[in-house]
């Protein structure tokens, strides 16, 4: 029911970076984004959109040819998209600081950017990714959707700083989860509530409990691919966690039942044979298992804080979403 908007997003986004001034930002913006990726998060930002806007409105964009591609400030359409386009430059941006940190060399099965124009020149196409992003927030016009943006900014950096710092607790990842993976999902998704209608209060809270449990769900499900996934699958190498010393749930959980692991997990895996001793006792514990189940909860709790919208196609798709991200192989 979004295919015209999510195309629109693929073959705008590029725009929002072109950069005539630096020939090696506007070729390290657009390498970023050429990667593809699942556009996930601008797919649940239209989405939210369509469930949150008036069904006239729904039914009659739902019913155009092709959604409005040049900016238009008046029109609600254009204002969605465009802060789907930022959502996604946003995650990009981040993606690209990760690769640097964690010594990532592919990302979305090519070659890293840091690996084609070394690791300083990265870190700058990341902090420009994320100022092009700032400046199109900003051109929304609406004061609570740039302060909710700029929150995810916030929590992005004090997430990853949490992973660097180690979290050997439950408590310890399901923050630092929210922070990485969740608080963009919640707030781009409470944004979009806001430019539907900026009094309905309710509105912004189904799209902030939505959003926060479907982004840690989304980590959870991550994780575990870590572990059973393949290379192919994932575009990166198979227990790549562990190996940067990151301890995610299914470790944490069997952790929690075996000392030995508990041990290894606050060492950073470090000793030889840690990794190995975590990962059968993971599968001993059927901490996998455990840990998706943990997702499904969150999911359910995504779904039922839709309950506040009114019904439409576009929630009730937003509800069979958290099947993707449960299902998900990649």
């Given at each position: ?25 506007d070729h ?9 990726g ?5 797919a ?22 092709e ?7 008046k ?42 124009i ?34 995810s ?12 710092d ?8 399901d ?57 192919g699958?994932m575009?990166?190498?198979?227990l ?23 041990a ?12 190995a ?11 996998v ?9 969150r ?6 804080g ?25």
């Amino acid at each position: 029911m979004i295919g015209k908007e999510i195309a629109a997003v693929k073959n705008h986004i590029s725009e929002l970076v072109h950069d005539k001034e630096n020939e090696v930002l506007d070729h390290a913006g657009k390498y970023a984004l050429r990667g593809g990726g699942k556009l996930l998060r601008p797919a649940l930002v239209s989405l939210m959109a369509h469930a949150t806007m008036s069904k006239a409105d729904s039914d009659r964009y739902r019913a155009m040819a092709e959604v409005p591609t040049m900016w238009d400030e008046k029109d609600q359409m254009c204002r969605f998209l465009r802060l789907a386009e930022v959502t996604e430059l946003i995650h990009t941006a981040s993606l690209v600081h990760d690769d640097v940190i964690d010594n990532s060399d592919t990302r979305r099965g090519q070659p890293a950017l840091h690996t084609r124009i070394g690791a300083k020149r990265a870190v700058l196409a990341g902090d420009f990714l994320l100022a092009r992003a700032s400046y199109w927030i900003a051109t929304l016009r609406e004061a609570e959707v740039v302060i909710l943006m700029t929150k995810s900014l916030e929590d992005l950096t004090r997430g990853e700083l949490m992973q660097m710092d180690g979290c050997f607790d439950l408590e310890a990842y399901d923050r630092k989860s929210y922070c990485k993976t969740a608080s963009l999902i919640d707030h781009s998704l409470a944004a979009t509530a806001v430019l539907a209608d900026p009094t309905n209060i309710a509105y912004k809270e189904a799209a902030r409990c939505y959003g926060s449990n479907l982004g840690v769900a989304f980590q959870i499900v991550d994780d575990c691919l870590d572990i059973t996934g393949s290379e192919g699958q994932m575009g990166k190498p198979k227990l790549a966690d562990m190996a940067e010393g990151i301890a995610t749930l299914p470790i944490l959980l069997a952790a929690q039942k075996d000392p030995k692991v508990d041990a290894a997990v606050r060492r950073r895996f470090v000793q030889e044979g840690d990794i190995a001793i975590s990962t059968e006792a993971m599968e001993r514990h059927g901490c996998v298992a455990e840990a998706l189940m943990i997702a499904d909860q969150r999911c359910r709790a995504a779904v039922e804080g839709l309950s506040k919208l009114h019904k439409s196609d576009a929630r009730d798709a937003l509800e069979e979403a958290v099947q993707v991200v449960l299902t998900r192989k990649m």
